[in-house]
């Protein structure tokens, strides 16, 4: 994953982080700042290919040309930013359908109306309230990047974008401090790996 933020006084720095399936990569890449005067933009949510240029500094590309995220718990309220760039020239897998054309996956229950009628993933009717999930929990939508609002202008560069910092997650509860930082570039990438 690669994202901009932008300081009040107009500084770009770029942080790429590294993060297992559906533990918030998306919803980070498509941050909305709560600080007054930031601004994020996204390079991705996903992969990123990273080396070192001519002059020693690590840049990183986006290697996709859109964004392929887990369905269930995306809403306007969880990551309004996503909901903006999905709801066109999308695919969706393994959600349920509403009788209006439609989708619908667990999170969404304020944004669908009442009186749609919902078929979950497995083409059976559904309702909310019901054991079953309506979409399958590793549900997805695949779209394209150019679709994102916060789009960073620099998301096709070929050279890159230079990167300050690495952010390293996983869903380890005990063990590991929940933040700290390496000591360079090489220590980094072995916390990241151990």
């Known amino acids: 994953m690669i994202l901009g933020i932008t300081n009040p006084q107009g500084k770009k720095r770029y942080i790429a ?3 297992p399936s559906a ?15 930031y ?34 718990g995306t809403s306007s309220a969880s990551n309004p930013i996503a909901m903006k760039t999905i709801f066109k020239d999308t695919i969706f897998t393994n959600v349920a359908s509403t009788s ?12 669908v109306d009442p009186n749609v009628e919902i078929t979950d993933w497995l083409g059976k009717p559904w309702a909310k309230g019901s054991k079953q999930p309506a979409a399958h929990p590793n549900s997805r939508f695949c779209t394209p990047a150019s ?16 990167i300050s910092a690495i952010l390293f997650g996983g869903r380890r509860p005990e063990g590991v401090p929940l933040v700290y930082q390496s000591r360079n570039w090489e220590h980094g990438v072995f916390v990241g790996a151990a």
């Open 147 to 162: 679709q994102c609002p916060i789009i960073d202008p620099d998301w096709e560069a070929r050279e890159g974008v230079p």
């Open 100 to 111: 209006d054309g439609g989708v619908y996956w667990e999170g969404m229950e304020k944004e």
């Open 17 to 19: 982080a590294a993060f």
């Open 23 to 37: 533990c918030g990569k998306t919803n980070l890449a498509m941050m909305t700042p709560t600080l007054p005067g």
């Open 39 to 72: 601004k994020v933009e996204c390079v991705g949510d996903d992969i990123a290919w990273m080396r070192f240029d001519d002059q020693g500094n690590l840049r990183a590309i986006n290697p996709e040309n859109g964004f392929f995220g887990v369905a269930p």
